[in-house]
C-alpha cells in the first residue's frame, strides 16, 4: 500500500500492538495514527516507533487529511532515501578500511625489503653496513636515507592504526616526548630536499627542553606536515 490510515482501535487488536503489527506486514508503507483524544501518548509512542504521523478523530477534515498523507508519502520517501545512502556509506567505509589495511600491509612489505637491502648495498660498496667507511657527506646521505626509510616505517604503522581506529581498535602508545629531539629528527628528514632547493631552516629551542606525554610516532606525523 502507498499509506496506511491505522485505527488503534480495531476489534482483535488495540494500542500500539497494533501499530507494530501493521509496521512487521508492511514496513515500507507510510503509516498514519488514528486515535481519540483519550490515546495521544499511546499515538506519540507509535510516531517514535515509525509511524509517520496522528491524528484526533475527532479533528479530521478533507484537507487536513490530505495533507497528512501527502507529507506522510513524501516523508517515507525521504527516510526510505536516506537509509539507502547510510549503507552505501556503510559500505564505502568498510571497503576504505579494507583498502587501507592492504595498503599499509603492503608498503610496510615494501619498506622492510628496503631496510634490510640498504645496509647489504653500503656492504656491498664497500662503505660498510653502516656507512661508517663514506665520507662526512656521505654519512649524511646515509643517515637521511635511513631517517626517511624510519618515517615511511611509521607512516606504514599509522595507517594501520587508521583501519583499527575505524574498528574501534586503535590504542595510543603514549610517552614522555621531548620535543626539541623530535623536532630535530623531523628537520633531519628534510637535509636533502632542502640541500637541493638552497634553503636552510633553522631550529631555535632556547634554553628550555620542553617535553609532553604524547604518541611519539603520531605527533611526528603531525611535526613534519607542518614544516
Sequence with gaps: PKVVLLDLNVT???????????????????????????????ALQAVHEGAQDYLIKTHIDSHMLERAVRYAIERQRLTAELRQSLKHVEELSRLKTQLVS??????????????CALPLLMDTAGAGPDASRLSEEGRSLYRTIQQNVDALDSTARN?????RLEKGRFSLNLGRVELGALARKCLGRLQLPCAQKALQIDLDLGQDRFAVR???EALSVVVFNLL
Design 12 to 42: 482483535d487488536s488495540g494500542g500500539l500492538d497494533t501499530a507494530r503489527r501493521v509496521r512487521a506486514a508492511a514496513a515500507e508503507a507510510p503509516v498514519i495514527v488514528l486515535t481519540g483524544l483519550d490515546e495521544r501518548e499511546t
Design 102 to 115: 592492504l595498503v599499509s600491509h603492503e608498503f610496510a612489505n615494501a619498506l622492510t625489503v628496503v631496510e
Design 159 to 163: 595507517l594501520l592504526q587508521l583501519g
Design 214 to 216: 604524547a604518541d611519539a
